[in-house]
T-cell receptor
Framework: ELKVEQNPLFLSMQEGKNYTIYCNYSTTSDRLYWYRQDPGKSLESLFVLLSNGAVKQEGRLMASLDTKARLSTLHITAAVHDLSATYFC???????????FGTGTLLAVQP | NAGVTQTPKFQVLKTGQSMTLQCAQDMNHEYMSWYRQDPGMGLRLIHYSVGAGITDQGEVPNGYNVSRSTTEDFPLRLLSAAPSQTSVYFC????????????FGPGTRLTVT
């Protein structure tokens, strides 16, 4: 049974700094997803990672996947206040496309 | 395209009442799912469907029923509401295929008193 763990749960950053959110998963997962959620809103898809060594970048966010280590990372470069949100990773896919979510990382970027 | 729509946005129920949360998508997606979101617990899968007429249980199915008679609709029924079902409920849909990216509805905030 797939389990997904994220850390840290809460991250307070200063603008301009870099940091990384970690996502470990327990068994083989076809895909690894990253989502963003603003307070009171729905989830917005950021990245879908398919294979070992996959790296995707969008603006100040870069996601990578190491299937041997069962680890995905979301790296934030030169944080800005607009990146403040909760970030979730989720594993799953396969024939049913079920997703198992991590508990989320609440990111607060301070000026 | 409206994407994934959910109704109602907010609902207050008394313990023991029943109700149906509605979910519809207009993207012709095969897969649909229901999740609940509780503080500190992320999203947990309640039920899912891989196509019309096919449903299965997720991580936390107790107290909920689903059916999928059409590709577009995937209602979630609470049979006898309990305070433990107070949560935010999200419906999601996706295509089969390489990425299987799931698109989420706006959510329903349910309070059971």
């Amino acid at each position: 049974e797939l389990k997904v763990e994220q850390n840290p749960l809460f991250l307070s950053m200063q603008e301009g700094k870099n940091y990384t959110i970690y996502c470990n998963y327990s068994t083989t997962s076809d895909r690894l997803y990253w989502y963003r959620q603003d307070p009171g809103k729905s989830l917005e898809s950021l990245f879908v990672l398919l294979s070992n060594g996959a790296v995707k970048q969008e603006g100040r966010l870069m996601a990578s996947l190491d299937t041997k280590a069962r680890l995905s990372t979301l790296h934030i470069t030169a944080a800005v206040h607009d990146l403040s949100a909760t970030y979730f990773c989720a594993g799953g896919g396969g024939a049913t496309n079920k997703l198992i979510f991590g508990t989320g990382t609440l990111l607060a970027v301070q000026p | 395209n409206a994407g994934v729509t959910q109704t109602p946005k907010f609902q207050v129920l008394k313990t023991g009442q029943s109700m149906t949360l509605q979910c519809a998508q207009d993207m012709n997606h095969e897969y649909m799912s229901w999740y609940r979101q509780d503080p500190g617990m992320g999203l947990r899968l309640i039920h899912y469907s891989v196509g019309a007429g096919i449903t299965d249980q997720g991580e936390v199915p107790n107290g909920y029923n689903v059916s999928r008679s059409t590709t577009e609709d995937f209602p979630l029924r609470l049979l006898s509401a309990a305070p433990s079902q107070t949560s935010v409920y999200f419906c999601a849909s996706s295509l089969a295929g390489e990425y299987g990216e799931q698109y989420f509805g706006p959510g329903t905030r349910l309070t059971v008193t």
